[in-house]
């Protein structure tokens, strides 16, 4: 069973950081698609970076585009976001999604960025 | 960046059948969008009932269904119980760009 855990979340500083990381069991990342996306509590879901796991190609999100960075380490088996430059608006629960039989949800991460 | 459609809310009764779309505004969604269905309840996180256009988990209950019909993504629920009242939200792949439907609203009554 594919088992996907989030963790890294917390309360920031606008224009501070935080590194999200996605733990991943059942499945070997390597080879394999992942995915980050966040929720605003009371709001729907938004598609924030996707990692493709043949061509190693990384897309983002406009709204993230040049200050989150999505990486892997498929020694660790762990995917991890790396978030900069935090803005008020990035408020949500982050979780990491695999991809079509390995698309398993974690409980998500939560990051609350305040002054 | 594409929009994704989706009914803001539907109502079903019980044991009855009902069908969820998903459009996209660049035109007919197709396989290689890799429609999903993920079901979220109030409080809980998502999970993911449907993956490329069809498929489901093994926790996927018979009762749904994922398909393409008229140009849209579709989910159908066939014999709705009252624990299927929840958030559905679809999401596409445009190349490695995803997009979230805004998802429907799905009561049981």
């Known amino acids: 069973e594919v088992q996907l855990v989030e963790s890294g979340g917390g309360l920031v500083k606008p224009g501070g950081s935080l590194r999200l990381t996605c733990a991943a069991s059942?499945?070997?990342?390597?080879?394999?698609?992942m995915t980050w996306v966040r929720q605003v509590p009371g709001k729907g879901l938004e598609w924030i970076s996707f990692?493709?796991?043949?061509?190693?190609?990384?897309s983002y999100a406009d709204s993230v585009k040049g200050r989150f960075t999505m990486s892997r380490d498929n020694a660790k088996n762990s995917a991890y976001l790396q978030m900069n430059s935090l803005r008020d608006e990035d408020t949500a629960l982050y979780y990491c999604l695999g991809s079509g039989s390995a698309s398993s949800w974690g409980q998500g991460t939560p990051v609350t960025v305040s002054s | 960046q594409a929009v994704v459609t989706q009914e803001p809310s539907v109502t079903v009764s019980p044991g009855g059948t009902v069908t969820l779309t998903c459009g996209s505004s660049t035109g007919a969604v197709t396989s290689g969008h890799y429609p999903y269905w993920f079901q979220q309840k109030p409080g809980q996180a998502p999970r993911t009932l449907i993956y490329?256009?069809?498929n489901k988990h093994s926790w996927t209950p018979a009762r749904f269904s994922g398909s393409l019909l008229g140009g849209k993504a579709a989910l159908t629920l066939s014999g709705a119980q009252p624990e299927d009242e929840a958030d559905y939200y679809c999401?596409?792949?445009?190349?490695?760009?995803?997009?979230f439907g805004g998802g429907t609203k799905l009561t049981v009554l």
């Open positions: 490329d256009t069809n």
């Open positions: 990692s493709n796991g043949v061509t190693n190609k990384i």
């Open positions: 999401f596409l792949f445009y190349g490695d760009d995803g997009v």
């Open positions: 059942g499945l070997i990342l390597s080879g394999n698609h």
